[in-house]
């Protein structure tokens, strides 16, 4: 069995040079996710091409029902896609069997619920509650505490190793989570609206504490938020809307200004953002023109007489 790297090891592997996967820690192309109750079909991901670099903090942000919440699960090895690709860590999501999916979620991925009661177990002190999953991954028995009580020092609550969830405040349980869901040195982090239930100034403490493994420890974190400010508070943000990624905003700095660009898949396709659309009152067919440097976009010329 493969040890798992202790917390010095993983700084070791953050602050060391050397170029990233060609393929990224995440990569999903043309994904879809179709969900069937009761003759119904719901297509929840409509052909998602997503990427996400080794090392990256980013932010995955939609309305509701666009399809953000079903990315997560699939991402988690909870759902499984209906078809296109999906691939994290080098690991083919769609092909894995029961057993693969199960030490898949043991030992590569972390997740921190919006909800910190399904984080914790009540019964337990925060240290405990980080051993716990140490077991599952492999950690050895004699290095569990220790290692549990590094990781909530790292993120600044040490000082809860022998409190139970109710003896904590909702941004505490909420940093105690972010601890156990690194316990098994996860190779990518998810957060499901991680700040969902916080006030802003605990959002900020939460926030601090995902930017802290990801830079500390070298984890991949992608965050699904509704939140602006933690949206803000990234050099990269991914929209998705009707269930495909549709823009994304850079940052040279997280904090500053983004330019945001439109998101072009594999065959070509794109989506226009709703108010250019309806400014230009552009609907069912365009006409398109191939510049020196730009692709022009027009209304039918039959839409432009009616």
């Known amino acids: 069995m493969e040890a798992v790297p202790d917390l010095e090891e993983l700084r070791r592997r953050a602050s060391g040079e050397g170029p990233p996967p060609a393929e990224g820690m995440v990569v999903c192309e043309n994904l879809v996710r179709i969900h069937r109750s009761e003759g119904v079909e719901v297509q929840a991901l409509q052909g998602l091409d997503l990427v996400v670099e080794d090392g990256e903090l980013i932010a995955v942000v939609g309305a509701s029902g666009s399809g953000k919440s079903t990315l997560l699960g699939i991402l988690a090895g909870l759902d499984v896609p209906t078809a296109g690709s999906a691939r994290v860590a080098g690991h083919d999501l769609l092909a894995m069997g029961k057993r693969e999916r199960l030490e898949f979620r043991r030992r590569t991925v972390g997740f921190v619920w919006q909800q910190t009661a399904r984080n914790l177990l009540p019964y337990l002190t925060a240290a405990e509650n980080v051993m716990l999953p140490m077991g599952y991954a492999?950690?050895?028995?004699?290095?569990?505490?220790?290692?549990?009580?590094?990781?909530?020092?790292?993120?600044?609550?040490?000082?809860?190793?022998?409190?139970?969830?109710?003896?904590?405040?909702?941004?505490?349980?909420?940093r105690v989570a972010i601890a156990v869901a690194n316990a098994n040195s996860p190779a990518l982090l998810l957060a499901d609206e991680p700040t969902g239930e916080l006030d802003s100034a605990t959002s900020e403490e939460i926030f601090a504490a995902l930017r802290s493994v990801n830079e500390e420890l070298g984890v991949t974190v992608l965050i699904v938020t509704h939140d602006l400010m933690v949206a803000q508070e990234v050099r990269r943000t991914v929209r998705i809307r009707n269930g495909r990624t549709s823009t994304e905003v850079l940052r040279p700095e997280r904090g500053e200004p983004g330019v945001e660009y439109a998101v072009l898949d594999r065959v070509g396709r794109l989506q226009l953002p709703p108010d250019f659309t309806e400014a230009l009152q552009l609907s069912r067919r365009v006409r398109l023109a191939l510049e020196e440097d730009h692709i022009g976009v027009w209304r039918a010329e039959e839409e432009v007489r009616g």
């Open 138 to 174: 492999g950690v050895p028995r004699g290095d569990r505490r220790r290692q549990a009580g590094e990781l909530l020092e790292l993120l600044g609550i040490g000082h809860l190793a022998g409190r139970r969830p109710a003896e904590m405040s909702g941004g505490e349980q909420q």
